[in-house]
Every structure is written in C-alpha cells, then in structure tokens.
C-alpha cells in the first residue's frame, strides 16, 4: 500500500497568514492527488484533485503543487472559514490512501 | 442538481451486518464510480473500497476483504455497502462519494455496541 504522510499533524495561524501544508507519498503517485477540508461534523469537502487542479467554487486562496512523491497545499490569507482539518489522497493505485490530516487551528 | 443521500444511522451488536445505502440523483449513475469512506470517532479517514456503478466490479481495502460487499442497482441510482462481522472498531461515520470523491453522502453513523 502507499503511505500518505502530511506534515505539520497541526499548527496554529492567524487570519491572513499564508500557510504551506505537505503531503509525502511512499512512493511516485503521478500527480494523482486530492486535498479534501473538513470541518466537524460535516462530510470532507474536495478542494484540488489532480495535484494542482482547483475543483470549481472553490476559493482561489487555495492553490497545489508538487510532483513525484512530495505535493503541498499553499492557503493565501487565511479567512476564518479555512479553520478546519485538511487531508491528502492519493488516487494513483488502489487502496486509495489518506494521510492523516493537518489540523488548522486559530492562534 | 448532484446529491448523494445516504440511509440513516445504525446501532449494531458485535457479529451482527449492517447494509447502507446511498441514493445518487443529478447525474447519469452508470457514468460514474463510487467510493465508500468511513471515519471512526476523532480519528481520520479511511478509504474502504469502490465500485463502477456501470460494471458493477469492485475494489477493497484488502483488511475488510471477507467482510465488505458493495453493490450497485441501475433501477434505482443506489449503491450500497454492506459490511458483516461487525466488531466494536467498526463504529464510525460511512460515507459514500462519487468518482475523485467531488460529491460527498451526508454520512451514515454507524454504532457497534453490545
């Protein structure tokens, strides 16, 4: 199986901030790619797919890259909606992993 | 508009089957593939399987080999994940989703307990 690993596990930030989430696979994933936000209690919510491809209606604040095996997550401003946890996956080859997400708190 | 309507929550006995559902409307259902995800109390998400709503063959995460089955019906737009030999790990919040996961199910809770 391909292991998904994010870093940081959580950090705190403030309004405004820019922030850089990563995302390591165990091994080249191809650009196959999403990043999903949830908050609690509601259903995870797709932000980019594709590494880099923004999934229509979503802020353009959020932008990702990366290739290979290493991608991120970059939040430009933070607002106080993007309070909430941020998971990776990889859909390159089934079981179709997460990591174990980044919890965005407020500082 | 594209939804995905799960069935409601469940409390079930250790050994005992839970089936859940997932309604998909807005969309041409055998065009798609569907996933189902589950997320235990505070923990992360976990990816279970999918299925071609079209083909009907599936996927699973090889540790609920055995235990998982999910189908799809055509008639109705329904997928469905049945999930046997529950075991109080198996309490969690099951989620359906379409294709690279851009629609989501509300989510169905789903209780182990004796």
């Known amino acids: 199986d391909i292991q998904m690993t994010q870093s940081p596990s959580s950090l705190s930030a403030s309004m405004g901030d820019r922030l850089t989430l990563t995302c390591r696979a165990s091994q080249d994933i191809s650009n196959s790619l999403a990043w999903f936000q949830q908050k609690p209690g509601k259903a995870p919510k797709l932000l980019l797919f594709a590494a880099s491809r923004l999934e229509s209606g979503v802020p353009s604040r959020f932008s990702g890259g990366g290739s290979g095996s290493d991608y991120t997550l970059t939040i430009s401003g933070l607002q106080p909606e993007d309070f909430a946890t941020y998971y990776c996956?990889?859909?390159?080859?089934?079981?179709?992993?997460f990591g174990q997400g980044t919890k965005v708190e407020i500082k | 508009q594209d939804q995905l309507v799960q069935s409601g929550g469940e409390v079930k006995k250790p050994g005992a089957s839970v089936k859940v559902s997932c309604k998909s409307s807005?969309?041409?259902?055998?065009?798609?593939?569907f996933n189902w995800v589950r997320q235990a109390p505070g923990q992360g998400l976990e990816w279970m399987g999918w299925?071609?709503?079209?083909?009907?063959?599936?996927t699973y995460e090889q540790r609920l080999q055995g235990r998982v089955t999910m189908t799809a019906d055509t008639s109705t737009n329904t997928v469905y994940m049945e999930l046997r030999s529950l075991r109080s790990d198996d309490t969690a919040v099951y989620y359906c989703?379409?294709?690279?996961?851009?629609?989501w199910g509300q989510g169905t809770l789903v209780i182990v307990s004796s």
């Open positions: 989703t379409r294709d690279i996961s851009d629609y």
């Open positions: 996956q990889q859909y390159s080859t089934t079981p179709y992993t």
């Open positions: 299925i071609s709503a079209h083909s009907g063959d599936t």
């Open positions: 807005g969309h041409t259902f055998t065009g798609y593939g």
